[in-house]
């Protein structure tokens, strides 16, 4: 039974599939595939497919494969096969027994190829590269046919077959579908179906010397796999003739229909994996896996979790016409994800100490502190309180406007979850005139947060305690790129793009002790700072290392001040 729930995604992809369950077109089956090329690490946008894949495949009950794209052998290797597997499967997606790759229709595919020959619709072509694509002609220009085009079937199947047996070098033989010169589609004008590449295949080896192309080997893969909706974005268009012509002409079993949808485009980040691999070959991030960068393995890395990442793009949808989402809707559905799931806990990121001086010396409170104030369900720890404290610098200020509310000479503030505290001098570097301690003091009856008098303060501030609290090192992430939608040339400067600001790294934060020994990717939100998780590559037991992962859009401050 297919669920029609209201609740579930409807596009103009699931409608086309309506009608088709309708009419019984693909017997009724529904049958997809996530088909990257592991030529890079998957991106975000990459996401949008799997999820579009994947979700189609749960919702009408069909299968979805994982199929590796690879007729490539340049660029292509394992180690991206590897993160595609893992990503995919850290998205939640399962493709149970059906994980397949081109690579292994190698031998189904030049099959295929001596097919068409012998229909006379291919023929061996030995104009060069440049020579191809003069001869192709232009948009408003018709193609002239190749002075190879009408080679005889034999001399084609031969000189194919001494392509495949090694005979000749790279770029002077090509064989070639024979459609028409003169097509108003350019892609038909005898597009190339294989080309000689002597480079080893990181999974065929040396076996093979020519390579098919992606338009011949996509298509047949998916009637291959018996794939019923090819899904892939909007690019392909103009391809889709030629895909349906490679399954009509060879009269194959499994008729798969290709349909096109806009790739996501994202503010402030790029989504091309030859760019993503330009700025990890040139140093310009940290790997892959920089948090900054809009790969899965990155925005995993960052602390997004992979219920924002579906959320995500369930919310920007799917449609047939290209946008640009804003970078603030990724940003969004990561606050009201971990909203929900992260414990609170206090982190002083830019540490500036209080004394105070009325609390005394040898004294130690616990104070009892709720991990989440909606959910008592994730209970409590305690939080030691003793006379040094650290808060942040930004909540202090020497000579405050009066707009500030936080801490002044003069003023008192509220410490969160504690007492009440009055600042009454301050410690300056004589060389700098730079403040470096703070002295307060207590109000002994505010321990309850509230004064018995009734008094009201404007702000409540977060704190470590001195002597508890741990060392820690926090990295801040800014966007990527310095404008939203750069127009950047093929040949700038990638560097030219970067936001400089893009990574801010913090070393002498301070966090609140029941931090210690968190383990790598604990997600936690630090009051009235963030989001932020463990490195699952650099924190260790001996140096806690945590990633920003996004911002909060209020603060206590803000909370109490509309008391
Ligand atoms: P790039 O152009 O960055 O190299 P690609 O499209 O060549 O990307 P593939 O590995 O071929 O990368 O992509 C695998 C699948 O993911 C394809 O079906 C492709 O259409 C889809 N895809 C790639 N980028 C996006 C994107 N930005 N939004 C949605 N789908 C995408
Ligand atoms: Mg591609």
Redesign the pocket.
């Known amino acids: 039974m297919v669920d029609t729930d209201s609740s579930l995604p409807s596009d103009f992809i699931r409608d086309i599939i309506n009608e088709d369950l309708k009419t019984g077109k693909h017997q009724g089956r529904v049958a997809t595939r ?7 690490y ?5 996401a ?3 999820c579009l894949n994947f979700g189609i495949a749960k919702q009408y009950e069909g299968t979805c494969n994982l199929r590796m ?1 690879d007729t490539d052998p340049s660029g292509e290797s394992m180690e991206y096969v590897d993160s595609i597997i893992k990503d995919v499967k850290w998205l939640g997606f399962d493709w149970e027994d059906r994980l397949y790759f081109a690579s292994d229709y190698y031998d189904q595919l030049y099959e295929y190829a001596l097919q068409l020959i012998s229909m006379g619709k291919a023929y061996v072509c030995e104009l060069n590269a440049d020579e191809i694509r003069e001869y192709r002609g232009s948009f408003n220009e018709p193609g002239k046919e190749s002075p190879y085009r009408n080679r005889s079937i034999e001399e084609n199947l031969d000189l194919f077959e001494r392509m495949r047996a090694g005979e000749f070098d790279e770029g002077t033989h090509v064989l070639r579908a024979k459609i028409d010169m003169a097509s108003p589609n350019i892609t038909m004008r005898d597009p190339v179906m294989y080309r000689i590449k002597k480079e080893t295949h990181y999974r065929t080896g040396d076996k093979w010397c020519l390579y098919p192309m992606y338009d011949f080997t996509h298509c047949l893969s998916d009637s291959i796999e018996g794939i019923t909706h090819s ?3 909007l ?2 268009e103009n391809n889709r003739p030629l895909y349906d012509w490679f399954i009509n002409e060879l009269k194959v079993e499994n008729r798969p229909q290709q349909i096109e ?5 994202l503010s402030f980040t790029v ?6 691999l330009e700025l990890v070959e040139k140093g310009l991030v940290n790997g892959w896996d920089d948090p900054r960068m809009p790969t899965l393995a990155g925005i995993r890395r960052r602390g997004y979790t992979p219920e924002a990442i579906r959320d995500f793009c369930e919310r920007i949808g799917v449609a047939k016409n290209e946008s640009m989402i804003d970078m603030a809707l990724l940003e969004n559905c990561a606050r009201d994800d971990l909203n929900e799931k992260s414990p609170r806990v206090m982190a002083v990121l830019r540490p500036l100490r209080v004394v105070i001086d009325n609390y005394p010396e040898d004294r130690v409170e616990e104070f009892d502190c709720p991990y989440h104030p909606q959910n008592e369900d994730m209970g409590t720890r305690k939080v030691p309180f003793s006379r040094v404290l650290y808060i942040e610098q930004g909540d202090f200020m020497e000579n405050p406007p009066r707009k500030f509310y936080r801490l002044g000479i003069g003023r008192e503030v509220r410490l969160r979850y504690g007492y009440f505290i009055k600042c009454e001098s301050v410690v300056t570097n004589p060389d700098t005139g730079e403040v470096v301690e703070v002295h307060c003091t207590h109000d002994p009856e505010t321990r309850s947060g509230f004064a018995p008098d009734g008094r009201k303060v404007r702000a409540t501030i977060h704190w470590v305690s001195a002597d508890h609290s741990l060392p820690a090192e926090v990295r801040l992430y800014d966007r990527l790129l310095k404008e939203a939608d750069p127009t950047m040339k093929e040949d700038s400067d990638f560097a030219d793009y970067l936001n400089p600001n893009s990574l801010e790294i913090l070393t002498s934060c301070r966090v609140e002790r029941s931090l210690a020994g968190t383990k790598p990717e604990s997600r936690f939100q630090f009051e009235r700072t963030g989001y932020f998780c463990v490195d699952s590559v650099d924190s260790s037991a001996k140096a806690l290392i945590f990633n920003q992962t996004v911002t909060l859009r209020d603060s206590w401050a803000r909370i109490s001040k509309n008391k």
């Open positions: 996530f088909p990257p090329e592991p030529n890079g998957p991106h975000i946008g990459h949008k497919s799997v794209d899904i892939c974005t690019e392909f949808f806009a790739r996501l485009n989504m091309s994996k030859r760019r993503l």
